[in-house]
């Protein structure tokens, strides 16, 4: 049995070296797919962990209130989130910190370098929350917040983007033509805030934020804050926690007991779940885009193995001649297919590993991750194109007479 079977790969090998160039193009959508199904299930894969180790990083004990994107329209007269729910929520003993957030960008000046940079408008809770902390210099009081002072605390590699090995502390920066002074650096840290990077970033107090700046959502009260970030006292004691900041901040709103909420509270769980949830949806999807590459390259498979039996009816007809069973040239001309396709396969293996390779390294923003399972998986439909896109042909072929074979011009 395995003698019968190298000796039907030696044929197949023989005939698709015998064609090179038409193996080569034929084989070119195969390898297309599979680098595509490495590259994009990488992709995927990369981006899933990253999001939830954005979140994780944050602390499972985070919690955000904010107003409803949609919010009710049965609500006559919603409030905003403003700095007095931040106050009343200070005051429960299951809260370890809460501060304001507002999140805008901006461009940084210094000198004749100028960047682009997003700040955070809050005080000095942020700190507290995000266990974030001053590696240079200090962060802004309690006073500069109250005198809308122009100071700034920069995040590590935005410190190096516009300074460079100059010491910025005390150094003069301008926002949207308002000088800022440097008062700080933040320590180093790879987590991000809800979209906001602190390494990346930079933070100024909201009131100065929300007053010279401008900064904010909504322009119609200068109370207003984009969210409040919580963080609890005890991450086992979560609920307890959303509970008791519901109703501070439904006392501070003024909703009847029977009314409903004009404000929302996300917990760190719910959004690292959402953000599992997103990732295996974007690596579902475009391994779907892959497949269909694949089916692509599966489809010219078959039509290079159909116009293959065709260019040889006699050598079929001479075979089957000589004792040649049906379930012989089936097994040919499927075995031609299958290593068409392996052999396809294998390069697009390949392309997919170092064109993940060259992502990863030009592109460093972007997420990847390479996993056995997906070269497996590559590998495995490789095959089962080969397959099945290969057994109609071979079908074809077993089912031609001798007779009618010899006879074929």
């Not at 809460?98 to 210094?110: D, E, G, L, R």
């Not at 984009?226 to 963080?231: A, E, H, K, L, W």
């Not at 006292?233 to 009314?259: M, S, T, W, Y």
């Not at 997103?278 to 497949?291: E, K, Q, W």
Request: glycine share 8%.
């Amino acid at each position: 049995m395995i003698d019968a079977f190298i000796s039907v790969l030696k044929i197949s090998l023989k005939s698709i070296f015998a064609n090179k160039m038409r193996a080569a193009l034929t084989s070119l959508g195969i390898i297309i797919g599979v680098a595509a199904v490495i590259v994009v299930l990488a992709v995927g894969t990369g981006t899933k962990k990253d999001l939830a180790a954005r979140f994780s990083n944050m602390g499972t004990n985070i919690i955000f209130l904010r107003q409803p994107w949609d919010l009710d329209e049965s609500i006559s007269s919603p409030k905003d989130v403003t700095m007095d729910d931040v106050r009343a929520i200070r005051e429960l003993s299951s809260v370890s910190a809460a501060a304001p957030y507002i999140q805008t960008s901006f461009s940084v000046k210094y000198k004749n370098t100028s960047v682009s940079l997003s700040a955070l408008a809050t005080d000095t809770d942020i700190f507290k929350a995000y266990d974030w902390s001053v590696e240079k210099g200090r962060a802004f009081n309690d006073k500069e917040i109250d005198t809308y002072a122009q100071v700034m605390v920069l995040g590590a590699t935005s410190a190096q983007t516009i300074f460079g090995d100059v010491d910025p502390l005390g150094k003069t920066v301008v926002l949207d033509n308002i000088p800022f002074i440097v008062v700080g650096v933040t320590k180093k840290t790879g987590s991000s805030g809800f979209g906001f990077n602190i390494d990346e970033g930079a933070l100024i107090p909201y009131t100065t934020g929300k007053v010279k700046l401008n900064a904010g959502w909504s322009k119609t009260d200068r109370r207003a804050l984009d969210r409040v970030v919580i963080r609890a006292a005890d991450f086992n004691q979560i609920e307890n926690a959303k509970v008791d900041i519901a109703n501070a901040v439904r006392n501070v709103h003024r909703i009847h007991p029977l009314g409903k909420d004009d404000f929302q509270l996300d917990d760190m769980a719910s959004f690292v779940e959402q953000a599992k949830s997103t990732g295996t949806m974007m690596s579902l999807f475009l391994g779907i885009i892959g497949a269909v590459s694949l089916i692509v390259g599966g489809i010219g498979v078959m039509n290079i193995m159909l116009v293959s039996v065709t260019e040889r009816t006699r050598e079929i007809g001479i075979r089957m001649a000589i004792g040649a069973t049906g379930w012989n040239i089936r097994m040919q001309f499927l075995v031609e297919s299958l290593t068409l396709s392996c052999m396809g396969g294998l390069m697009g293996i390949i392309l997919g590993i170092v064109s993940t390779w060259i992502l990863v390294k030009y592109m460093p923003s972007l997420s990847a991750q390479l996993s056995m399972s997906a070269i497996l998986i590559s590998a495995g439909f490789s095959a089962a194109t080969g397959i099945f896109f290969g057994y109609y042909p071979a079908y074809k072929a077993s089912k031609l007479t001798p007779i009618d074979a010899l006879r074929y011009e």
